[in-house]
């Protein structure tokens, strides 16, 4: 039933095929010069091809092929490169694809300054050792302690989990790691034990424990721990048996089946590679590695809203007592978030009758993998009106339509939490990122003084106060890429009435700016911000009014870490509620791969994009967006936090930007009047 | 396929039936020494018996009945009649039904004061003789100016729509009337004439324009009017035709249905006269003529959560340069909210598969009248999971469950805007109240100066700027009645690390509150108000914690009416995001029919509740929940606001109310591992 033409130039979004990957891993990995690893499990000491990535082209130069007739940029690829011989990481563009024939390190182009070794995240090859590293110096070294606290035997094993940062200071690589029951849902069953490790050194026989946490003491080595043990100096913990409260089995048999969505008629969307049409709607997507899901070149009737609409970042930021979660903020794109879009269930993550997508990565693994089913698009009929009305004043009629829309969804596990995604395209021109939290809350240690920092939410488990911070890059084109950013408000004012002399009242008015730099468009969070925010052409509509779409975003993030803190600037951008900058190719993105383990000079300092304080008055402007939540957690985490009430996002709604609302126009149309 | 048993004593709360509508009518209107009329369109000068519904018990005897071995209370009526006679309002108890034998007045004992013959609502009876008044001493006079502007004549008409308040002080019923083209969605048809109308008398041959504008211009008289277009001293306007671009009849044929749900194994919930039982969830609901939807008895498993959850009121003010608008402030309560839930359409206002129920009302008319299926009732997936986690770090497996919820909706029509109002069931425990503003915004004709109280939305018309506030009453009872209201909230604290001695770091801690009396509680907007609220129980679950439900508010609202306009005390709710009160059975609501027409002396001031700042220590609490949002009407508001980010509302969240999520006992859990 559908119909309509698929822009095959969308290929220029589509991330690298498994052909792709292969042939940028084999050509990299045959540059003699280089002598790169493509071995999953590469040291620490060698040199690994820890990422390959579409490389985006250049905005003006796809607008050319896009619109215009220039031909299509080069396909490339980014490729990341560890390389522990020289103490250094390197991030090379690789093309064109599919033969590459050349490799240019970009890696100053892109941050201004060279990517120390330790700025790398933790690959599996640096875990494998790590694990084998505290099984050796801390569980067979403490064995009595180990089987009485926690039942370690020659079965039975404790896991791990990582605070972040690794340290207080750049090159740091101290990494405070927390023991959890092996069970599944670990992360809510802490035992009380924490190592911290110091494996700075890319030999990994140089890696040392430094301090060790037990029952809330602190000890200088491993030595110093068990000595204390066995000598009854200290306050133990006795293993004690436990259900396992984190299981999520259901108890429960099925006893009916909740309400299911079908088409009746035939999809009315069509999908194909990675271009999207819907009604009015057409769009390409994609899913990074790093950032997660994407969307480009989205046009409503053929006229492009949005060059690009993209998540960003996940940050968190926790308070405890221990050790390990007493520093922690994590930086998810640091370890990937698209990474983590695993498959999704039929039923529960979409509805049955979506359509799935496969999608193919290449991060921390010698191969290309692809995870099937790990983005899905339907439409969803969210069982309320778009707009109704229902008259019987001088007229009798009703005319209403129902609240159609298509979303475009990934879910990304990444570790404990679950972040769900979805962009949704709705038939009145509008478009919203939206994102729930789900999954396990991190938790720590019952022990004294960790009350101040969350609730008790099982046996010895404190779910700990974090912030939810995300944020999206909102790359809208209104009418071509020269845009203003345009504010709106209200203001009470005294009017005098005209028809009753000395008679005032106080009036709302609206009003409306125009915020012409980057400074000034830099909105922080806990300032009063104008209610609507725009991004506007110069053209009016048929009213005479500044065609634009309104950025409205739903936040209730808690507070950001104040920026006297040398981890700050890791993550500026949580400063604001939305920024507007000037496009530039050079920055893509808020954050970085690089900013988890060097948050103290972070390879991407958001904040700086403001501070050359450009204009940016019929620019091509980028809005970024932050959204999120202060997640106190409480019994009901437990299992999982729900995702009601547990999100945020961003609205992008036409206003003005045509002349009447397109709805009108919907095939869903529904009028009834007296026969 | 439902199982379980329904409360039939949630009778308390039902509405009254047409039987209980005609009985208390007929023993009303037969008490001789009242001499009240049931006439439909009796005369303001009649004694006229406008509206009847429920009296609600009070809520310490409907406890004994549902909770001990009280007796059940007696059902009784709530009478209002308007004394043109006598130049009164007054409202009686009238019980027990169904065979009244008493009338009680309780106006003093509702109000603490006198209702004076003009803070009435204005009666069907009255309008009939205002729509004649304006024909005869407008319409015709002004027969030429009419034709030649407007194209009125024997066979075309204009149409009415008011401003509000009816005047600038107590007594005053100086009402702007605003005409608008005779077309389906006239109230974005002004035309750019307005009138002034002084209807204070009940005799009707007091009443006279005393004001006129016409095209921008002040009149004192239709005569002046007359004179000044006759020898054409004034600006004129000159009837053009316009096609209606108000209307929502399809521009398209229908080309494909949008997906649809539907109950694969029947039906989870059970609906027997006003008792819903869903899953582990129960309630009565009901629908009052002047405030709306309402939820009774709330339970969870059970466990009474809320004694009652309902919409008090919908507020908007207006900025206009236009007479009609420029003082414009509606309280639709005044009017009546539930008064206008009119049948839902299957398959656009609610899914078709939905339960549809009934209504029936006695407001304005001589005999009740039955809305047929003007409330719905549907389980509804709403696409994505309630909780979910895939986890592939040491275990290999995947829970969740899809977010399934039960909707209650009504959707009320009033004048030009629809309400569309959610409450949902969810199944963690939470309940949320939604509100959605859809149907026609209120317009002004395009006239200099305009275009600082909104912006042109169409062919000379102006969509004003205005507030949108929404009132709930959410009077939560966590464990019983005797309840704490606590607050969360984060703050960051330098602490310095334990394991490295000289280094200090920001880390967020837990801040918690307890707010004593109903002046600390009474969180205003524009002030920081802590992140969490809470109604807490002093008992505590299994982790020692306070059992509570939290408030959390999904508000966009624009500035509230300064304090000082006289106006204010009729909306005075609308200063507070949230208000924690004592329960008193004499504080109904938040607001009154009465407010709207004697907006300087409301019979209710929402504030007084909070004056006498009575402590809230170990009380029966409700909480008044303020959201809404700021309209600035935009091209895309023509003809119909969209739902699509035009609403608010207020999720109430189990908060160690329970020891773990209650959704790990659902039948709708999965769980998949390796085979
Ligand atoms: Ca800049
Ligand atoms: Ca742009
Ligand atoms: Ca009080
Ligand atoms: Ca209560
Ligand atoms: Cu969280
Ligand atoms: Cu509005």
């Known amino acids: 039933t559908f119909k309509g033409k698929h822009n095959e130039r969308s290929a220029v979004f589509a991330d690298l095929s498994r052909g792709e990957y292969l042939q940028v891993r084999d050509y990299m990995t045959s540059q003699k010069s280089l002598d790169i690893s493509a071995n999953a499990i590469t040291k620490p000491s060698g040199n690994f091809l820890f990422l390959i990535d579409l490389s985006l082209p250049k905005k003006a130069e796809v607008l050319g092929y896009l619109d215009g007739d220039h031909p299509a940029p080069a396909r490339e690829a980014t490729a990341v490169v560890f390389f522990g011989t020289r103490g250094e990481i390197k991030e090379y563009v690789v093309g064109p694809l599919p033969n590459p024939t050349y490799h240019r390190d970009v890696t100053y182009e892109m941050y201004n ?118 000598d009854g100096t200290i306050k133990k913990i006795v293993y004690k048996r436990i259900d396992n409260y984190a299981s999520l089995k259901p108890k429960r048999k099925p006893t009916g089946l909740s309400p299911q969505q079908f088409y009746a008629q035939g999809k009315r969307y069509s999908v194909k590679d990675n271009h999207v049409m819907y009604l009015d709607w057409s769009f390409a997507f994609g899913l990074s590695s790093l950032t997660g899901m994407r969307a480009f070149d989205v046009r409503f009737k053929g006229e492009r809203i949005l060059y690009e609409l993209s998540v960003q970042e996940a940050m968190s930021v926790y308070g405890s007592v221990t050790p390990g979660m007493m520093l922690t903020k994590f930086l998810d794109s640091s370890i990937g978030i698209g990474r ?14 979506a359509t799935y997508i496969d999608t193919n990565r290449y991060i921390d693994t010698g191969a290309p993998h692809r995870f099937r089913n790990s983005m899905c698009i339907f439409e969803h009929n969210t069982g309320r009106p778009l707009r109704r009305h229902f008259s019987d004043f001088f007229h009798n009629n009703y005319g209403g339509m129902v609240n159609s829309a298509l979303v475009l969804r990934t879910i990304t596990a990444i570790g404990n939490y679950d972040y769900l995604w979805d962009f949704i395209f709705y038939q009145s021109g509008s ?44 790359d809208l084109d209104v009418r071509g890429i020269n845009n203003v950013f345009q504010t709106k408000d209200m203001k009470y004012v005294n009017v005098s009435l005209p028809w009753m002399s000395g008679h005032h009242a106080m009036i709302p008015q609206l009003v409306e700016a125009q915020l012409k730099t980057e400074k000034e468009a ?25 065609r634009s779409y309104r950025i409205q975003v739903v936040s209730f993030t808690g507070d950001h870490l104040p920026e006297s803190e040398p981890e700050e600037r890791s993550m500026s951008w949580a400063r604001y509620k939305v920024a507007v900058t000037k496009h530039k190719d050079s920055e893509k993105t808020s954050s970085s791969l690089y900013n988890q383990n060097d948050m103290w000079h972070p390879a991407v300092d958001f904040s700086k994009y403001i501070e050359d304080n450009e204009n940016i008055e019929n620019q ?17 985490d437990i299992p999982n936090t729900v995702t009601v009430g547990n999100g945020g996002g961003v609205i992008l709604r036409p206003h003005n930007y045509f002349d009447e609302d397109p709805s009108v126009n919907s095939p869903d149309a529904v009028f009834i009047s007296p026969g």
Not at 151 to 156: I, T
């Open 113 to 230: 300054k060279t990517l120390p070794i330790n700025a790398r995240t933790v690959t599996i090859g640096e875990y494998v050792i790590m694990f084998k590293f505290l099984k050796d110096e801390v569980f067979t070294r403490l064995e009595k302690l180990m089987r009485e606290s926690f039942n370690v035997s020659k079965d039975v094993t404790l896991n791990e989990f990582e605070g972040m940062p690794r340290g207080v200071r750049s090159g740091d690589r101290h990494t405070w790691v927390s023991f959890f029951r092996d069970m599944s849902g670990m992360y809510i069953h802490p035992v009380g034990l924490e190592v911290l490790l110091d494996h700075s050194s890319t030999n990994a026989s140089q890696w040392n424990v430094t301090k060790l946490h037990y029952n809330g003491q602190y000890f200088n080595s491993v030595d110093a721990l068990k000595k204390g043990y066995e």
């Open 340 to 353: 983590f879009a695993h498959e999704l269930v039929r039923g529960v993550d979409c509805p049955y009758s």
């Open 431 to 474: 478009v919203e990122a939206k994102v729930h939290a789900t999954g396990y809350i991190s938790s720590s240690f019952m022990m004294e003084g960790n009350l101040k920092y969350g609730h008790q939410v099982a046996e010895n488990t404190i779910g700990n106060i974090h912030t939810h911070f995300i944020n999206f890059k909102v």
């Open 522 to 546: 830099a909105l922080r969070y806990n300032t009063k911000t104008p209610r609507y925010l725009h991004i506007a052409s110069n053209q009016t509509n048929k009213w005479g009014h500044q």
């Open 620 to 636: 091509d402007l980028v809005a970024w967006i932050t959204t999120g939540f202060l997640h106190i957690p409480h019994a009901e």
